[in-house]
């Protein structure tokens, strides 16, 4: 159900020289974006507690990326009008009508949300595999701002990964590119209608696995992977929006265990500097039965690198360990060191799974993040198990690279070896990049 937005505009002055307008939006809805010309460069203002604080003076631009829900100016002329200029005069809040070639105060309960929702989903390019990316962002002043991509397969409808950067946001700056393209056709209209709860409950009421005496408990929920307002930023909020492409199904102790901790952590150290940040998921247990075990049958136009595979543990299966697994979309061959390798005792295969409507839906069992300063160096690749049914023993035969915490995360590494806290460890993106198949490059 849409609520109508609401605003008040307060006035403060002192004897009559100092005066400021107080803009106060009571609804997330649809609000529109406000800018504001600064040396030169249009700055994005982002209300503080859904008020924004304009000096006596000063100008700014409501912008709506549709047009404005309740007619500005004329209603006969009103039609692709879709920004304003807003002026604080003598502690009065008001915008020009150049028809009327008159000032109209913005009034008390006067209604300046925007018709439609912004920023929205915009389809992107390939980013590897069945995935295809989902672009979020919106255009100002006919710039075009890609705000965060999201990596999502609509085979399986699961989010692979999701990119944002942890730069300054606030100034207006035209991200277009020949990958980014937010036009109007190219708009996705993506329909996630079930809630996190809903999935929840779905999950554990569908679950796929026996688990005797721990079959009443809960052990995973819908989560978002990425903090929403990460990916918003400066912007309006478009919580609904976003709640579906955004979301995995968590492992609980993990969550709440050493990942909010990590996310404390990664919080602090992002307002330190820029910083391109990737979250994802991989080997969802059937990605990973496939790469520890596979039977060996070369594709008919390709020759395996010299002795593709070793002697068959069982042979009646006829299944073999091999050190390279065949990638039929890239066309390769990518080689997996046996030491690092997913070990065939820790993996489940087909029990962790449930269903969703009329689709056997899987569970990922690593979530990563990627962090990458802007700068030339090389950044880190944290990997999180999200999964219980794993033995104590298992867990260091786990990590397929020993890397080394960096400096900021020196206070989780002592709780990251904790099993049941989420078990952690580092990697780097060389490492990780040829284990993971959809990874940013």
Known sequence: MWIPSLCIVFVACVHSISCKCIYEHYSLDFPPVFTQRFEEQDIILKPLSQ?????????????????FSVPIFDE???EGIASV????????????????DKSVK????EKLSCYGSQPELYAGYSCGGSAKSLLYGLTVQRKQVVLSTFCYNFNTMDVM??????????????????????SPERKVAVNFIESNEFRTKELNSHFLLKLDSLEKLDLFRFDYLVPIERLTKSYPYQLDLLEGPNSIPWWINLKEGNWKRFEKL????????????HTGIAYNHEIQEEIRRREYQPPRSTSPPANPYYEPRNASRRTYEQPYVYDRERQTWIKIPAKRSIPNDIAYGDDIKYMSGSIVKTIPLFVWTYVKPMSDSEGVVIIAVNSPFIEASAYQRLEFCKGRFPDWLRDLEDSARIPSLGYMFACSSEQVRPLIRVFPQ
């Open 266 to 277: 990664l919080a602090s150290q992002l307002i330190t500097g820029d910083y391109d940040v």
């Open 76 to 78: 006969s002329e009103s």
């Open 161 to 182: 990964y999701i990119s944002y950067t942890s730069s300054d946001s606030s100034v207006l700056q035209d991200t277009r590119s020949r990958n980014a393209d937010l």
């Open 51 to 67: 008020k924004l604080y304009i000096s006596e003076g000063k100008s700014l631009k409501a912008y709506c990326d549709s047009n």
């Open 85 to 100: 200029d807003i002026k604080c005069s003598k502690g009065v809040l008001s915008y020009e009508d150049d028809d009327e």
């Open 106 to 109: 913005v009034e008390t309960r």
